[in-house]
Structure formats: C-alpha cells, structure tokens
C-alpha cells in the first residue's frame, strides 16, 4: 500500500523472498493469495479477484498529458506497460 494505491512487486521479487528462505512466499502462492483478498471492478481479468475484502480498481482519471510520454519511451525500448503490472510484469 503506497499512498493509498494497491500495487504489486514483480514476480522475480517474490521468487527472491521464497529463495532467501521464506517457503512458501514466491509467486505463485502469492499471488493466489493476493487474488483472494481483493474485490476488484472494472475488469473482468484474471489476475484479479472478485469477492475478497479489499475493493480495488484501476484509476478512473487518467490525464492525456500522461500519455505524452509514451512514444518517446517506446523508441528507448521500453514496454509501455499498460494495466499489466498486476501480473507479476510491473517494469514498464
């Protein structure tokens, strides 16, 4: 939880914490438990949970200056990483 916005580490992140010794910490199993605990809307995507406590949803606001950005990070050869980040793939 950073100011108020749900968001999620990478999957290696996670991976390192179950490698470091943490059984039981890594990707898949926490994902799943990241799916259970949310009641997302707007998004019928499967990398969300539907019925959990905690009620999520992308930003509804989004300024077309933020989108200005975008082609000249593409041409850099970074991903443009839209909506994707609660997959496990947050770089971008």
Request: charged letters at 25%; one cysteine or more; a negative charge.
């Amino acid at each position: 939880m950073n100011y108020l916005c749900y968001d999620r580490a990478s999957a290696p992140e996670y991976e390192s914490w179950a490698e470091f010794g943490n059984k039981g910490w890594g990707w898949n199993t926490m994902i799943n438990a990241m799916t259970k605990s949310e009641n997302f809307t707007d998004s019928d995507d499967d990398r969300h949970g539907f019925k959990g406590p905690i009620r999520n949803y992308y930003n509804r606001v989004v300024y077309p200056v933020l989108r200005l950005w975008e082609p000249a990070v593409s041409k850099l050869g970074i991903n443009i990483n839209d909506r994707q980040s609660m997959g496990g793939e947050p770089i971008g």
